[in-house]
């Protein structure tokens, strides 16, 4: 059973820095694209990153430049890291990877807050 857990949320001031974790179970991490997606109050779920099982990755334009997403297959974990934080990047962020079926696995996700 494919789950992913998230952390490393929390409030944060603009301006700062905010590494966010998803560690994954059920499959094999490796072979799997991760992805990270946002959702803002009363906004659609966006596509904020992606890493695929080569390191290949994509960006967001809202986020390209300031953000960094990573992995580590060892662990079975994947990263977000966000810098120059800005208000409109609050939101709760979530982990994602999808399967060659068209199948799609979500965690509870992580709030952000970017706010003085």
């Known amino acids: 059973q494919v789950q992913l857990v998230e952390s490393g949320g929390g409030l944060v001031r603009p301006g700062g820095s905010l590494r966010l974790s998803c560690v994954a179970s059920?499959?094999?991490?490796?072979?799997?694209?991760m992805r990270w997606y946002r959702q803002a109050p009363g906004k659609e779920r966006e596509l904020v990153a992606t890493?695929?099982?080569?390191?290949?990755?994509n960006y967001a334009e809202s986020v390209r430049g300031r953000a960094t997403i990573s992995r580590d297959n060892a662990k079975k974990m994947v990263y977000l890291q966000m810098n120059s934080l800005k208000p409109e990047d609050t939101a709760v962020y979530y982990c994602?990877?999808?399967?060659?079926?068209?199948?799609?696995?979500w965690g509870k996700g992580t709030l952000v807050t970017v706010s003085s």
């Open positions: 059920g499959f094999i991490f490796a072979n799997y694209g």
């Open positions: 994602n990877t999808w399967d060659s079926y068209g199948m799609t696995y």
């Open positions: 890493v695929f099982s080569s390191a290949n990755t």
